[in-house]
């Protein structure tokens, strides 16, 4: 059974940084796409970034420039570098693996909240 356990999330000021980290365990095809998502309170879960397992990465529009999102394939780990942190990145990031044929896999979750 796979399995996703995320860390890093916490309390920052606005202009700071963090560091989140997500390591899935398990069975996991070589072909896949792990990402970032968001969700804020009354918010629906938005894409924060997402990185297949080539490389190829995609962001949000909001984090473009801020985030960067990279993933150590040896470890089945990806890591999303957040700089520059505004209150609106306030939310809980959640962690996801997508595989073809099966269905997308979801962390628990971590919270990160910015603020003064």
């Known amino acids: 059974q796979v399995q996703l356990v995320e860390s890093g999330g916490g309390l920052v000021h606005p202009g700071g940084s963090l560091r989140l980290a997500c390591a899935a365990s398990?069975?996991?095809?070589?072909?896949?796409?792990m990402g970032w998502y968001r969700q804020a309170p009354g918010k629906l879960r938005e894409l924060v970034a997402g990185?297949?397992?080539?490389?190829?990465?995609n962001y949000g529009d909001s984090v473009k420039g801020r985030f960067t999102i990279s993933r150590d394939n040896a470890k089945n780990t990806v890591y999303l570098q957040m700089n520059n942190l505004r209150p609106e990145d306030t939310a809980v990031y959640y962690c996801?693996?997508?595989?073809?044929?099966?269905?997308?896999?979801w962390g628990q979750g971590t919270r990160v909240t910015v603020s003064s």
């Open positions: 996801s693996l997508e595989q073809p044929g099966r269905d997308d896999l």
């Open positions: 398990g069975s996991i095809f070589s072909n896949n796409v």
């Open positions: 990185i297949a397992s080539g490389g190829i990465t």
